[in-house]
């Protein structure tokens, strides 16, 4: 069964504090691995696409990276406007599959 | 910025009604989807949409529930009687490609509440 699960479930951090994210998977066939923030109730915003394990992006303050089982994100000195649920996804065939995602809280 | 939007924000329906939540997707997309998160969960596929068919569903979508691309913009997703376990947010999603490894981009959102 193909599944994604992230840890940890929440993560506080202070504004400078850097820290990484993890979202292990299990799939049948991986044809792509996304990240997305989320905001309290508001829809998914795209972050990032991986394809491959190696590969990296970065994007401001956060960089991803791939391996064949699990994808980090790391946030490098966070501002508290970087509080946010991260979530991770897994995409097999059409569809995503999501994690249960990070909720970041960054305090001044 | 193309983005995706959704009406209506927030729906309050009692037990039993339809309801027809309603997306309009990216314009040069050609895949559409709808998902749900129920409060403090994940989220969750319903079904994916393309070439006016549904191209996949997962259990979820059992037949209480259908979508349609009325017309060359919109995107609906139609509860025939709904439940109370099916009160949550959905979010529509839309994608240049669907089959490979393309990026979906999600809307803001409908908050159904069923009463």
């Known amino acids: 069964e193909d599944q994604v699960t992230q840890s940890p479930e929440a993560l506080r951090l202070q504004e400078g504090e850097s820290s990484s994210l993890n979202c292990s998977y299990t799939v049948s066939g991986l044809r792509g691995l996304f990240w997305y923030r989320q905001d309290p109730g508001k829809g998914p915003e795209f972050l990032f696409t991986?394809?491959?394990a190696g590969e990296e992006k970065e994007k401001e303050r956060l960089k991803a990276t791939l391996t064949k089982k699990e994808s980090f994100l790391h946030i490098t000195a966070p501002k508290p406007e970087d509080s946010a649920t991260y979530l991770c996804?897994?995409?097999?065939?059409?569809?995503?599959?999501f994690g249960k995602g990070t909720k970041l809280s960054v305090k001044p | 910025e193309p983005e995706v939007t959704q009406t209506p924000s927030h729906q309050v329906t009692q037990m039993g009604q339809e309801v027809i939540l309603r997306c309009v997707p990216i314009s040069n997309h050609l895949y559409f989807y709808w998902y749900r998160q129920i409060l403090g969960q994940k989220v969750e596929f319903l079904v994916s949409?393309?070439?006016?068919?549904?191209?996949?569903k997962s259990e979820i979508f059992d037949d209480q529930f259908s979508v349609e691309r009325p017309d060359g913009s919109n995107f609906t997703l139609k509860i025939r009687s709904t439940k109370l376990e099916d009160s949550a947010m959905y979010f529509c999603?839309?994608?240049?490609?669907?089959?490979?490894?393309?990026?979906?981009?999600f809307g803001p959102g409908t908050r159904l509440t069923v009463t």
């Open positions: 996804a897994v995409q097999p065939g059409g569809n995503l599959i």
């Open positions: 949409f393309y070439n006016n068919e549904i191209s996949e």
């Open positions: 999603a839309s994608s240049p490609r669907g089959q490979t490894s393309y990026e979906q981009y």
């Open positions: 991986l394809y491959s």
